[in-house]
């Protein structure tokens, strides 16, 4: 039966993919593409009861096209089917799985909302933290240093037309591999959108606040929850060495990006085998999955998109106090020997963008103990990407602290 299940789900993913793109067409048709309205706009459209269904159609069925992409995938492997004879189903599988989670990252932005912003801007310093070309690619991706509408105009275009166009040829491929439709892939089909139906009518689609002008070059994220086995990496490799963290999100999936077009090579003699080495990476595969959950699920950005770290306008004193200046003298060298410039610029200082630039955090962040106790845990106020400087004692957090909140 698995042997089934995976070129069935293959088709189901490209069947639902046909339907998202008649739903996005529809919802193209009262989404405005510029920074200044789209929040405003998908607002309106969750005002009127069937435009708002659409839109939570749209959401759910995407991430069901991730979830049925991957067991697609997971059950290819099992059966051994990434090998030489059935070549062609497993590269058009694994093609749309990439497909899939290339149409949510570029639609996440799309409803402007404070989350998605935030989102763009952490998956461009994510890319940018790549030692080869990291500022080049950055820029790429958001069309400047900060999400703008120049950003949105080319997400919207990835969405709109590079990734239904790549979905269409890979998916006509594998319908004429797999030479047809079975019943079971319209049953499958059709499972998967009643699901993403109810999803829809009860728990809607999400749209976070709208955003500040802070926001668009924030990057102070959590990770939704398809990213969160690539956040793991990013942040084993990060907390290891600061400025990895490339290795984990760049280097590591590209590589098995690789395997997995390769694969085929693997059986072209000897045939007939047992699929062990196919197995062996289905269940490596279900394991990290199973562990990153374990250790990083409570990062995960909740469905509601409550609002986030708005940063500590809260807690801040509405008068602070004035900064000590032999105290910050102190905190730059602590800063320098911490590391902290690995991930940071200062102003023009340093070339790291793996973090924001820190020019001007003073102004935001003038509370010192809420500093010292965000550098102790970053992920408990939300920087989910920054690693934790526990490790320092007192006097040195303190320093680091009082530095931040002088950058004015
Ligand atoms: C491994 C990379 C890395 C290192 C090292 C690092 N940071 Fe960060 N930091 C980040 C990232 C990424 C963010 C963006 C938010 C997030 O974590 O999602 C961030 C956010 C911040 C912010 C919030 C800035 C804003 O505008 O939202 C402050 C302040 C900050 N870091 C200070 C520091 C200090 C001080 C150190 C050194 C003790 C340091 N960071 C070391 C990666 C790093």
Redesign the pocket.
Known sequence: MLRRWGPDLGTAVFGLFLIQIVAGLVLSLRYQADLANAHDSVVQMHALPLWKFLAGFHYWSSAAIIAAAWICVLCLLWTGQYRWQTRAIWWCCCGLLLCAMAAQISGNLLPASQHDV?TAV?EA??AG?SPIAGDAIRAAMLRGSEVSTATLGAWYFVHRFVVPAAALIIGTMLLAAKRGVSKSSLIWIAALGIGACAAAGVIGAPLGPKPQE?DF??????PMWYVLPLHALLSIA??RT????WIGSMLIPSLVVLCAVIAPWSSRRGSDSPPALGRLWALAIVVFVFLAYLSYGGRVQPIDREPL?S?PSASAPRQPAAIDLELARLGRS??LK???????KVDGEGS?N?????AG?GK??SDRAW?VS??KN??AV??????S?GR?NAGQ?NA??E??RSLK
Do not use: D
């Open positions: 935030r952490a310093q994510i933290g802070f070059a924030s990057g102070a994220t959590r990060s907390e600061s400025g990895a963290g770290l940063i602590a800063f911490a590391g902290c410039m690995n991930c940071h790291a793996t973090g924001p630039n820190l955090a935001r962040f500093l965000m550098l970053p992920a939300g920087l989910s990407r920054m690693p400087f320092l957090l680091i602290a530095y931040v």
